[in-house]
């Protein structure tokens, strides 16, 4: 970790590495100023924040990050010229290149022995490489959306409706990710108009069910799915249900796995049933509805909303930046669950706060038949006090400071009269 230089690229090659990670010296290289506030949406340099305001104070390039990567390259080159090796893959796996410093006289040193790492690698014959040589087939043909984009022809062609059914099962990953790709390329950022393509799924889903989902795109599955559901979703719509016909109670059971709408930029999520853990993470711009989720529910959020018609886990909200959660708590148990370091709990009183909870609760309904949303619905006057509000402090004080700056210009300045 903590890649910065090229002495740094060229000492993990020689260690055996073949790909190289930087992040912190590359954000320098744009503008950071490392004030270790990206969790709060208040990036004084507008490269961590969503604040159009502080986006504005940006000033990085494309260039500087090239430029940046040349000289961290050249210095490399450098390096590998004293050695006398002409390449990278000539220099992966020469431990023999490096050499130990005496170790610091510190306790945590003690007994220290870096021979297992320094050691050449064993090899049972000499045509043995410590590099990659057999490319990795990945078997893209065989994957399940080549068969979605074949029936989704005309669509992508022509942006005309399609409906398509199938099963699904869970060795079929990222279903419909490669299908938004080829939307992209056709549509752009701009994707289809809302509900152009239907995609019914029976059966349980591999993990990344939705993965940046174009917009257009509507995945409505019966039965179950894996971990990352909609995963970056980009604009498109993702409902899961369980079979008519399971044993179960969906408001008691996961119906979805870990990290679901991760890093979600925009689109809608109805889930009848509860979520695992770290559902809504990072989550920028989607709309969610799910009976239930597990431990640390709308971490790092910084956009979107979430309602949340059943029990959280642990750590809810914590690192919450913007966006807002609905949570029904018909138990008054929330508070001993929700991570209150950046966010207040409010009660539903605001009249866009109940109309936006009301319009997502009859959409999950709508979509998957919740009889969880139908009954909050109908006894709305009842449960609509049993509703908890999240609302990041931040994120607050910039909503009042829109408010309060829009009215101010909605003021026109009096003219006198001579």
Not at 256 to 275: I, S
Not at 328 to 347: A, Q, R, T
Not at 379 to 397: A, H, L, S, T
């Amino acid at each position: 970790g903590g890649g910065k230089t090229g002495r740094d690229g060229a000492i993990a090659a020689a260690l055996g590495a073949e790909e190289y990670g930087f992040a912190t010296a590359p954000l320098i290289s744009i503008g950071c100023i490392m004030m270790r506030k990206c969790h709060l949406n208040t990036c004084p340099v507008g490269i961590c924040t969503q604040d159009k305001d502080l986006r504005k104070k940006f000033n990085g390039a494309p260039e500087h990050l090239i430029n940046f990567l040349f000289l961290v390259a050249e210095e490399a080159r450098q390096y590998m010229a004293q050695v006398g090796v002409r390449s990278i893959d000539e220099l992966i796996g020469r431990v023999d290149l490096l050499q130990t410093r005496d170790a610091i006289d510190h306790w945590k040193a003690d007994g220290l022995d870096l021979t297992p790492i320094l050691r050449p690698a064993t090899k049972p014959h000499p045509e043995v490489g410590v590099r990659k040589l057999i490319p990795q087939e990945h078997e893209l043909e065989l994957h399940f959306d080549n068969e979605l984009i074949a029936e989704a022809k005309d669509t992508l062609e022509h942006a005309t409706p399609v409906v398509i059914n199938k099963p699904v099962i869970n060795l079929n990953r990222a279903v419909g990710t490669m299908l938004s790709h080829a939307v992209s390329k056709k549509y752009l950022g701009e994707g289809l108009p809302d509900g152009t393509l239907t995609i019914n799924l029976t059966g349980s889903a591999g993990q990344s069910l939705g993965a940046w989902l174009a917009p257009g795109i509507t995945i409505n599955l019966t039965g179950d799915a894996n971990d990352y559901v909609g995963k970056g979703l980009s604009g498109g719509k993702i409902s899961i249900k369980p079979h008519d016909a399971a044993p179960f109670v969906a408001e008691d059971n996961v119906i979805l796995g870990n990290v679901a709408l991760y890093g979600a930029t925009d689109g809608d999520a109805y889930f009848r049933g509860v979520a695992a853990e770290r559902f809504c993470v990072r989550n920028s711009g989607a709309r969610a509805v799910v009976e239930g989720v597990g431990d640390h529910g709308c971490e790092y959020m910084t956009g979107g909303r979430v309602v949340v018609l059943g029990p959280t886990g642990r750590n809810f909200a914590a690192g919450m930046s913007g966006g807002i959660a609905y949570i029904w708590d018909p138990d008054d148990v929330f508070s001993l669950h929700c991570n209150l370091g950046m966010v207040d709990l409010e009660k539903l009183e605001e009249p866009e706060d109940i109309a936006e909870c009301v319009e997502m609760s009859t959409s999950l309904m709508v979509a998957t038949g919740s009889p969880v949303a139908k009954r909050v619905l109908k006894d709305w006057d009842n449960q609509v006090g049993k509703f908890v509000k999240v609302m990041p402090i931040d994120y607050r004080r910039v909503l009042m400071q829109q408010k309060a700056k829009a009215k101010a210009e909605a003021v026109e300045p009096e003219v006198g009269h001579g």
